[in-house]
């Protein structure tokens, strides 16, 4: 089995690295770079989603585990001090060729611009429209059908593992990460006896899309998790649950999706 480590920079991942080297090629695991079978990612969600970002174009063959050097995080889930545990259990994955693994789904961007060429992207988190000087001015349509003409900071689309990032902060729903959907939610919409939204978060499950059309030539931020660009040639954008493409978690010990909620949220204490 091959690996690599995707890590934060900071000094306590990059002695965690080194560390992890070295007790991991004891189990007979081999480091490479370009097509690993397993992506350890050092640091925190973000760096897990820089990891994701780097790799996206070989989801088929490659699992992803986490460990988080600041607070839990809902993809980083073990902690520095158990990283012996996780590189014995690995080492015993891979000898007895058993990696268990959870799939989550990814919400799938098309970009269809002004010159007529189609941009397709992948994100594992959340996809957001916001204008930049101005109102963003966009018509929504779910399968073909006009839903709102939407005016306001932005737009956010999520995917279940996503909604407990910035898709929760906007009032939206927390999904399990077992259904296939995505969510859209939007931010901060104007709502008065002019213009109406339909002001709630809407979950679409697998084979339906959302098109959505901003004024021409508005200059408009795209992200894609962390990654930031802006644009003024987007014609529409169309958004779905990304077919026959999921991210793959290593599983080396359970840790239940509510559990972690509860963990991030709520915290332990009992009455």
Request: net charge negative; hydrophobic share 40%.
């Given at each position: 089995?091959?690996?690599?480590?995707?890590?934060?920079?900071?000094?306590?991942?990059?002695?965690?690295?080194?560390?992890?080297?070295?007790?991991?090629?004891?189990?007979?695991?081999?480091?490479?770079?370009?097509?690993?079978?397993?992506?350890?990612?050092?640091?925190?969600?973000?760096?897990?989603?820089?990891?994701?970002?780097?790799?996206?174009?070989?989801?088929?063959?490659?699992?992803?585990?986490?460990?988080?050097t600041g607070r839990l995080g809902?993809?980083?889930?073990?902690?520095?001090?158990?990283?012996?545990?996780?590189?014995?259990?690995?080492?015993?994955?891979?000898?007895?060729?058993?990696?268990?693994?959870?799939?989550?789904?990814?919400?799938?961007?098309?970009?269809?611009?002004?010159?007529?060429?189609?941009?397709?992207?992948?994100?594992?988190?959340?996809?957001?429209?916001?204008?930049?000087?101005?109102?963003?001015?966009a018509q929504l349509h779910i399968?073909?059908?006009?839903?709102?003409?939407?005016?306001?900071?932005?737009?956010?689309?999520?995917?279940?593992?996503?909604?407990?990032?910035?898709?929760?902060?906007?009032?939206?729903?927390?999904?399990?990460?077992?259904?296939?959907?995505?969510?859209?939610?939007?931010?901060?919409?104007?709502?008065?006896?002019?213009?109406?939204?339909?002001?709630?978060p809407i979950l679409l499950p697998?084979?339906?899309?959302?098109?959505?059309?901003?004024?021409?030539?508005?200059?408009?931020?795209?992200?894609?998790?962390?990654?930031?660009?802006?644009?003024?040639?987007?014609?529409?954008?169309?958004?779905?649950?990304?077919?026959?493409?999921?991210?793959?978690?290593?599983?080396?010990?359970?840790?239940?999706?509510?559990?972690?909620?509860?963990?991030?949220?709520?915290?332990?204490?009992?009455?």
């Amino acid at each position: 089995m091959k690996y690599n480590v995707v890590h934060r920079g900071d000094e306590i991942s990059f002695q965690l690295m080194h560390t992890f080297h070295k007790l991991i090629q004891a189990h007979g695991l081999i480091h490479e770079e370009e097509q690993p079978d397993i992506v350890l990612s050092i640091g925190g969600d973000g760096t897990l989603l820089h990891a994701f970002h780097r790799y996206k174009e070989q989801l088929d063959h490659i699992s992803f585990v986490g460990i988080h050097t600041g607070r839990l995080g809902f993809f980083a889930d073990w902690k520095p001090d158990e990283v012996e545990l996780l590189a014995e259990l690995m080492g015993e994955s891979a000898k007895q060729n058993d990696l268990r693994v959870v799939k989550y789904p990814l919400v799938e961007i098309q970009i269809t611009t002004g010159s007529g060429q189609i941009e397709t992207e992948l994100a594992l988190n959340e996809f957001t429209l916001k204008g930049v000087d101005a109102t963003l001015v966009a018509q929504l349509h779910i399968n073909d059908e006009l839903l709102e003409t939407f005016r306001g900071d932005g737009i956010c689309i999520s995917t279940p593992s996503g909604s407990t990032a910035y898709n929760k902060s906007l009032g939206g729903a927390i999904v399990h990460p077992s259904l296939d959907a995505i969510q859209i939610a939007e931010i901060a919409s104007i709502n008065n006896r002019v213009y109406r939204t339909l002001g709630s978060p809407i979950l679409l499950p697998k084979h339906h899309h959302c098109d959505i059309t901003p004024r021409t030539n508005q200059n408009i931020v795209l992200s894609l998790d962390h990654v930031y660009m802006q644009r003024s040639d987007i014609v529409s954008i169309r958004s779905m649950v990304a077919a026959g493409k999921k991210v793959k978690f290593a599983r080396f010990r359970p840790f239940p999706f509510w559990s972690r909620v509860r963990e991030a949220f709520i915290g332990y204490d009992m009455m």
